[in-house]
């Protein structure tokens, strides 16, 4: 009995949770990508709430998933697999075509992590690493050596952390000379109690921050 095409399998689905998910791991099978998170029923309901899937056609009381949600489901692990944080595939999921979240897919016969694929979808630019850098300027070149310096240059900071940390915050001006950053992560699902107790947690470093000798 011959090998499977993997791409077979990307063709023609139709089926509940269950085989969403049957479907995904045994393509990654095929291509010998080994997941840290295989993508359970559990995995595709959070991308489901996450933005990361579209939703499910309704059958009266069953949710059918198509072909479209499983070329979502495993182009979104290939990003994970690349270090992407999920909000960030959320929104490159909501503007991404068809066609984008299949390239991510396509085999590529030398290592290409799925972020220089990415790029490349951005750009519209269907051509090798190699050419597009004969089409850098000076300065193109030289950010692009400086951020893959990066992590050098911030493991020699003390206490520099592996990776440089981005993320999205939000500022909150109450004065001029008042202002509390909080990331955006964060304030989404804040709730009730945990604005009081940051409240009550910014209220006394305030005091202790305080200069001794000023008023109460």
């Known amino acids: 009995m011959g090998r499977i095409d993997p791409s077979t399998l990307l063709e023609h689905f139709e089926g509940d949770i269950e085989a969403l998910s049957d479907r995904a791991t045994a393509w990654l099978d095929l291509q010998g990508l080994h997941d840290a998170e295989a993508p359970s029923s559990r995995v595709v309901r959070d991308y489901v709430q996450r933005g990361i899937l579209s939703r499910p056609e309704r059958r009266g009381r069953d949710a059918v998933y198509e072909t479209r949600h499983l070329i979502e489901l495993l182009a979104a692990r290939a990003l994970v697999r690349d270090g992407w944080p999920l909000a960030k595939i959320a929104e490159f999921m909501a503007g991404a075509k068809p ?11 030398s290592p290409q992590s799925a972020l220089d694929a990415v790029r490349q979808i951005k750009a519209r630019v269907a051509m090798p690493k190699e050419a597009l850098m004969l089409r850098m300027t000076g300065d193109q070149m030289k950010a692009s050596a400086l951020r893959a310096a990066a992590p050098a240059h911030v ?4 206490g520099g952390h592996p990776h440089v940390r981005v993320e999205r915050m939000s500022k909150l001006e109450f004065a001029d000379d008042l202002t509390v950053l909080i990331g955006e ?3 989404a699902v804040m709730t009730f109690d945990d604005a009081e107790a940051i409240g009550r947690a910014v209220t006394a470093a305030l005091l202790a921050a305080k200069p001794r000798g000023g008023k109460p």
């Open 99 to 109: 066609e984008d979240l299949r390239a991510l897919l396509a085999p590529r016969p």
């Open 185 to 187: 992560r964060r304030l």
């Open 155 to 158: 493991a020699q900071i003390p």
